[in-house]
């Protein structure tokens, strides 16, 4: 698990931003009281049938190894056996750890709805190509690029201050809200897990409630 913030410690949007290394490149930006349906489009997406009876809240970071090997390793298997036949629906929440978990954040929600979850899937599977080098905006260029965004969007993108605060803004929301200090943490039905769990522990955890429904 990657750990930013100690257990218990409730976060302000201004220490997210200070922890990220970015109130000093002038990335901050005014919190809004409430959230717009763009905003709401921007904190999380939904992958599966909006009336499964399972809802799985993953709170991941981009350059997190334990999320990487959780969408590599054990989603495929969680969407053929849950999320493809109904049962689960996984809502994905942001939760970047530093700069360039954020940027691949925004270059994600820059692909809209439709190409969102393959371009949180390259990312993942191309994590060390841009995520820890010194030049990650190229890295991401690049990746938008292969995914069909032009050079000048991308730009746009990961320049774009009013999507920075949309995403730390769900960030800080779901650490007050589920106590989240770490990455990936899921939320299932109002249950909370920590870490990469196999695929056969999240199957157990489904089976149960699934029992109960």
């Known amino acids: 698990m990657n750990t930013l913030f100690a257990k218990h410690h409730i976060i302000s949007r201004r220490d997210a931003l200070t922890a990220l290394g970015l109130v000093t490149v002038g990335l901050a930006t005014t919190a809004r009281a409430h959230h717009s349906s763009s905003a709401e489009a921007a904190d999380q997406l939904v992958l599966g049938a909006a009336d499964a009876p399972i809802t799985m809240v993953e709170f991941s970071s981009l350059t997190c190894l334990h999320c990487a090997a959780f969408h590599s390793d054990t ?3 969680i969407k053929t056996s849950y999320i493809d036949t109904g049962k689960v629906k996984l809502v994905y929440r942001d939760f970047p750890l530093n700069k360039a978990a954020l940027l691949g954040s925004a270059l994600a929600h820059c692909g809209g709805p439709t190409r969102f979850f393959g371009f949180i899937d390259v990312l993942f599977k191309s994590q060390p190509n841009w995520a820890h080098g010194d030049d990650p905006v190229s890295a991401l ?14 730009e746009v993108c990961l320049n774009d201050k009013e999507l920075f605060d949309r995403i730390l803004s769900s960030r ?27 695929f056969e522990q999240f199957a157990e955890v489904f089976e149960r409630l699934l029992k109960g429904v």
């Open 141 to 154: 260029t690049r990746i938008g690029r292969l995914g069909g965004l032009k050079t000048a969007d991308i």
């Open 75 to 77: 989603l495929p298997a």
């Open 172 to 198: 800080v929301e779901g650490a007050k809200e589920f106590d989240i200090g770490s990455t990936p943490t899921f939320i299932i039905n109002g249950e909370k897990h920590v870490g990469a769990l196999s």
